[in-house]
């Protein structure tokens, strides 16, 4: 069993910056690829990024590339989301998740476990 804990949320300026964390539990993180995913109000959940277990591979969505980066401490069971350039739109809850295999995969089906979600929110 993994537990997810996602903090660094806030109320932040367009154009501005956040960082996320996912501080995970459980002795097999360093075995798992993670990932960050966000829903808007009446949107479906969006997978923004995701990262391998060592974290020599990393997706991002198009929407994020170029202003976000994904990254992790398997020292610290930690997984981060630096976010640079906040737009509006960028606006959700952020939730981590974990995957019981060492690299990422295209579906959120495929992310067993789940934090309880840290809500960003990008004034204009």
């Known amino acids: 069993q993994v537990q997810l804990v996602e903090s660094g949320g806030g109320l932040v300026q367009a154009g501005g910056s956040l960082r996320l964390s996912c501080a995970a539990s459980?002795?097999?993180?360093?075995?798992?690829?993670m990932g960050w995913f966000r829903q808007a109000p009446g949107k479906e959940r969006e997978r923004v990024a995701t990262?391998?277990?060592?974290?020599?591979?990393?997706f991002y969505a198009d929407s994020v590339k170029g202003r976000f980066t994904i990254s992790r401490d398997n020292a610290k069971n930690t997984v981060y989301l630096q976010m640079n350039s906040l737009k509006p739109e960028d606006t959700a809850v952020y939730y981590c998740a974990a995957r019981e295999y060492r690299y990422s995969s295209f579906s959120d089906f495929d992310y067993a476990y789940w934090g309880q979600g840290t809500q960003v929110t990008v004034s204009s």
């Open positions: 990262i391998s277990w060592r974290g020599d591979s990393t």
């Open positions: 459980g002795r097999t993180f360093n075995n798992y690829a």
